[in-house]
C-alpha cells in the first residue's frame, strides 16, 4: 500500500530565506507527483505537477524535484515571503487513470516577517 | 469564473440525520471528485466519476453515496450521519485523467456531526 510522509508537520521560517519541503513515498511505481497550496478555510490550489518521466518542475519561486528511484520529492520555495505561509501537500497518482490520488498529511509553514 | 462551488459551507448535523453536499463545476470537465480530510491529515478519496452517469468507489466510501445527472453537479449524500463523518469535505474537478492536468478544489464544507 502506497504511503506519503511529509516531515516536519510544520516548519518557521524568517522572511527571505531558501527552504526545503520534503515528501516521501514507499512505492516508486508512481505515474505523477503534485505539490498543492492549502490556505486557511480554503481549498487545494495545484502548483506544480511532475510527470514520472521527469525529474524537475519549476514555476517562478519555486521548484519541485522528483526521485522516483529513492521515493522523494522536494518542494523548493526562494526567498520566503509571509504571503507563501500556508499548508503544503504532496500526492502521488500510483495508477495511471485510476483517478486515485494518495496524499501527504501536509507541511504546515508560516514565514516571519 | 466561478470554477468549483461547494454548498452548504458549514452544516451541523445530529447523529442519524441526512444530508446532500453540493458541487457544481462551470469549466464543463468531465471528471470529478470528493474527498475528506480529517484534522492534521491528507485528503482522501470518497467517490469519484469520470463522466455523467458513471461513478466509482474511492479509498473510503463506506456511508456515502453519489450521483452524476450532469457534467456540472456531483452531489454526495450522507444517509445516517455518524461522529465518524465529521470532516471537511472537499469537491473537486479535472479536464482529462490526473495524469496531465492538475485538479481544481472547491472551497470545502466543514461538517460536523453531534
Known amino acids: 500500500k502506497q504511503e506519503v510522509t511529509q516531515i516536519p508537520a510544520a516548519l518557521s521560517v524568517p522572511e527571505g530565506e531558501n527552504l526545503v519541503l520534503n515528501c516521501s513515498f514507499t512505492?516508486?511505481?508512481?505515474?505523477?507527483l503534485q505539490w498543492f497550496r492549502q490556505d486557511p478555510g480554503k481549498g487545494l490550489t495545484s502548483l506544480l505537477l511532475?510527470?514520472?518521466?521527469?525529474r524537475e518542475q519549476t514555476s517562478g519561486r519555486l521548484n519541485a524535484s522528483l526521485d522516483k528511484s529513492s521515493g522523494r520529492s522536494t518542494l523548493y520555495i526562494a526567498a520566503s515571503q509571509p504571503g507563501d505561509s500556508a499548508t503544503y501537500l504532496c500526492?502521488?497518482?500510483?495508477?495511471?487513470?485510476?483517478?486515485?490520488?494518495?496524499f501527504g498529511q501536509g507541511t504546515r509553514l508560516t514565514i516571519n516577517p | 469564473n466561478a470554477g468549483v462551488t461547494q454548498t452548504p459551507k458549514f452544516r451541523i448535523l445530529k447523529i442519524g440525520q441526512s444530508m446532500t453536499l453540493q458541487c457544481t463545476q462551470d469549466?464543463?470537465?468531465?471528471?470529478m471528485y470528493w474527498y475528506r480530510q480529517d484534522p492534521g491529515m491528507g485528503l482522501k478519496l470518497i467517490y469519484y466519476?469520470?463522466?455523467?452517469?458513471?461513478?466509482d468507489k474511492g479509498e473510503v466510501p463506506n456511508g456515502y453515496n453519489v450521483s452524476r445527472s450532469t457534467t456540472e453537479d456531483f452531489p454526495l449524500r450522507l444517509e445516517l450521519a455518524a461522529p465518524s463523518q465529521t470532516s471537511v469535505y472537499f469537491c473537486?474537478?479535472?479536464?482529462?485523467?490526473?495524469?496531465?492536468?492538475?485538479?481544481?478544489f472547491g472551497d470545502g464544507t466543514r461538517l460536523s456531526i453531534l
Open positions: 473537486a474537478s479535472s479536464p482529462v485523467g490526473l495524469s496531465n492536468q492538475p485538479q481544481h
Open positions: 512505492d516508486s511505481a508512481i505515474y505523477n
Open positions: 511532475i510527470q514520472s518521466s521527469q
Open positions: 500526492a502521488v497518482e500510483i495508477i495511471q487513470g485510476a483517478q486515485k490520488l494518495v
Open positions: 469549466m464543463n470537465h468531465n471528471y
Open positions: 466519476s469520470v463522466g455523467a452517469g458513471i461513478t
